[in-house]
């Protein structure tokens, strides 16, 4: 589930995952990394702001550790795509198995860290006509099912690209973090297009 859409038509669905496992990481440090992230390349929830990108959170404590899911759900719109028709979405479900709190020791300092194993799921899509401005139009309304076909294909096809693009440099960032903090090996499984497309 995304953010609610009540108008408008989601556009070049894609679907990434990113698994993690075995080696210590910082699961606070990691949090705050995807969250900025987020925000400085103009992404946030559906109020404007980042106090409600987790849509989801559930937590379950077992004897191999805790078992932790959340969803974030959050959307770029006219600031970034410079149109009131275009909006960017990026979705992710995080789950994390059977985490624990271990110590290492780095440069001869013992550094509290977590252990488990972590699988993230990113999904990300193109809504044109976020607003409903064409699909409530006097004029265009009654042509809206082929309209943005022959008059917007151009435009659409350019979004949709920008919009697999932030999906595609979320998840590179994700795994370069991984990979720089030495947090272990990252494997990303590739889904093909999903929703509707052009």
Do not use: C
């Amino acid at each position: 589930m995304g953010i609610r859409v009540t108008n408008g038509k989601v556009v070049g669905k894609i679907r990434l995952d990113l698994r993690h496992k075995n080696t210590p990481f910082n699961m606070k440090a990691l949090y705050e990394f995807m969250h900025d992230w987020l925000l400085e390349e103009g992404f946030h929830d559906d109020t404007g702001s980042d106090k409600f990108l987790e849509r989801y959170y559930w937590q379950q404590t077992t004897e191999r550790g805790k078992n932790i899911w959340f969803w974030w759900r959050t959307y770029a719109g006219e600031e970034k795509t410079k149109s009131s028709y275009f909006e960017y979405h990026i979705d992710m479900d995080f789950q994390i198995l059977g985490m624990q709190d271990v110590e290492v020791v780095i440069k001869d300092k013992k550094v509290k860290l977590n252990k488990a194993e972590i699988i993230i799921t990113l999904r990300g899509y193109m809504v044109f006509d976020p607003k409903g401005l064409l699909s409530k139009h006097p004029i265009i309304k009654t042509m809206y099912h082929i309209f943005p076909r022959f008059w917007l294909h151009k435009e659409i096809d350019m979004h949709k690209a920008a919009a697999r693009k932030e999906l595609y440099d979320f998840y590179a960032a994700l795994k370069k973090y991984f990979e720089q903090q030495n947090f272990g090996d990252t494997f990303p499984n590739f889904h093909p297009n999903m929703g509707i497309g052009h």
